[in-house]
Structures are given as structure tokens and as C-alpha cells.
């Protein structure tokens, strides 16, 4: 109903309380205004504090991952969440480096997804399919964008370096073998990764943009598969500068095997664990659904990781009351 046409019972001289009203009310959420975020704005200043790099946007310990355990019951190295920091950083689109990590474990190779056409296919083909739409899909947005390939089984390998050439990583993504992994050496993976970035550094991390960003995609398909790890001062810099970003696509069993159910939950709450900034996304995909899912998570990651919004606040419709359209691959 429209205001002019509520009878106005309101005693003189309440205009100004009418516009406070007014200003007060939410407004409707939109892919602009996401969950309402621009209205939680003022209600979000209460809790900035003070860090090192500058201030920052401080959640709730309340929302930190807890610590997670291994299928047999004994704790797994990782870790210890502190609270929760995200720092506020001016929302530019600034060049990335992009560390592509694709897992060559054996059950990478298992027919269980379902394609396109309804037969069976394996994750490892539709993982290389979809990397290749993302690089070359970045490259059209910016052709700044850099771009490395990391295959991971027992250790890392360094496929190719950093190039803003699509058909340079493409080349080194296909004709590779998967192997049978006994276990998941991350902290190799970010020593690697340290050797071959440097982290940039600005005077004002709230208002002088960055000359780059790094983030590091992995594309893990293990189920409960212990890492190893044990974070050092080096990793626990890296995971907590505001310029690197750690996004996670977890493929899992799923309901398929039973006994793994659990084991996979708790492989995804370590990888949650590892984000203190609250900025990285996370998605898992089960391999008893349909292959598209995992091209719609790729997509979602097509978004620059400085403008995009925290992943519990990211819509992905026009308005809050709109249907969820049929799943499609949107790359």
C-alpha cells in the first residue's frame, strides 16, 4: 500500500521523524544489494578494530571452524582459528594471479558423474574441462590476469608458471594420468607456492589498492584423506594477507559410500578452517549429482576475490523471492 493513501493519524510537527522512519527501512534484496548489505552497512562500523595491517572488520569467534579430527578418530594437524578478521580493502579490479591446483589422485579417474548427454564420466575430465573455460573466460574480462598450473598427488609439481596466455596453461592441462595417493602433502603445496610468489605489500591496506592478488584454486577429490600439515609462521602470513585468497573445490562421494560420509565433512571443515579472513569460497560437489555442478562452481569463482561479497552473503538471483532457475552451467 502506498503512503498517500494511509489515512496520516500522526500529531504535528513529526516530519522529521516520518524521514527517520523512512531512512530506516531495509531495502529489498538485490543482486546489487545482496541480503541487504548496503542497509547492515552503518550497523557493520561498530565492530571495526584495529590489526596490524591496518583496521579491520571484525566477526564473530563465534563463526571461526572448529577443529576437525581423522576418520579414525585422532586429531588432524591444522590450524588453530583465532578470530576471525576480515579487512576491509578498496573493491578495485586489480590483476590476479591465478595458482590452479588440480588433484591427480586415483579417484579423480571414477566414472560417477553424470554428463551432459546422461553417460558416465569422471571428475578428472570434466575438472579440465572446466579450468580451461575459467582461465580463457578471465582472460576475456582482463587479459592482465595471470595464470599457473599446480598438479597435486603425493607432492606438488609447478606445470607452468605464471602466463597471461590461456592456450599456455591448456596446453600442459590435458594427457595427465592420475596415480594411486596415500596421502595429501599441503604443506608442500604452500611451500611451493611461497617459492614462487611474492606477496605485494601496501602503505594503506583500506584505501591504496594492490598492484595484484594471488589466489590459489585447488580441485581436491579425496575423501578423508589426512593432510599433512603443520602450520609454520611463513603459512600463517600467507593465509592471513589480505591479497591471498585459498578457494576450495572439494569433489566427494557423497552418499555414495556411507562409510566416507563423515570422513568428507570433516576433510571440508579442515579446509574451512584454514580460511581466518573469512574471504575465501569453499564449494563441494558430490559425484553421485550431475557434472554441471561442478562447472556452476567454477563459474562462481569467476568473480574478482576483492569485489566479490563473503560467500555466506553471495546471491545468485535478481530478488529474494525469485525461483531458483534449473541448474545450468553459466561459463
Known sequence: MERGCVMDTSEPGSAAEEEEEKASEPRPRTRSNPEGAEDRALSA????????????????????????????????????????????????????KVIICLDLAEEMALPKLESFNGSKTNALNISQKMIEMFVRTKHKIDKCHEFALVVV???????????????????????????????????????????????????????IPPPYVVRTILVFGRPGCQPQFSMSEHMKKMLQCPYFFFDVVYIHNGADEKDDETSWKEMYTFFSSLDTKGTNYKYEVSLTGPAVELHNCMAKLLAHPLQRPFQTHAAYSLLEEDEPPEIEATV
Open 45 to 96: 562500523q561498530a565492530s571495526v578494530g584495529n590489526r596490524s595491517e591496518g583496521e579491520g572488520e571484525a566477526a564473530s569467534a563465534d563463526d571461526s571452524p572448529q577443529g576437525t579430527a581423522a576418520p579414525d578418530g585422532t586429531a588432524w594437524p591444522g590450524p588453530v582459528p583465532p578470530t576471525e578478521v576480515q579487512v576491509k580493502t578498496p573493491r578495485v579490479n586489480c590483476p590476479e
Open 153 to 207: 598427488n603425493n607432492d606438488a609439481t609447478w606445470l607452468s608458471g605464471f602466463t597471461s596466455d590461456p592456450r599456455e596453461v591448456c596446453s600442459c592441462l590435458y594427457d595427465l594420468e592420475t596415480v594411486v595417493c596415500k596421502s595429501f602433502n599441503l604443506e608442500g603445496l604452500f611451500n611451493l607456492i611461497q617459492q614462487k610468489i611474492e606477496l605485494p605489500v601496501t602503505e594503506n591496506v583500506q584505501t
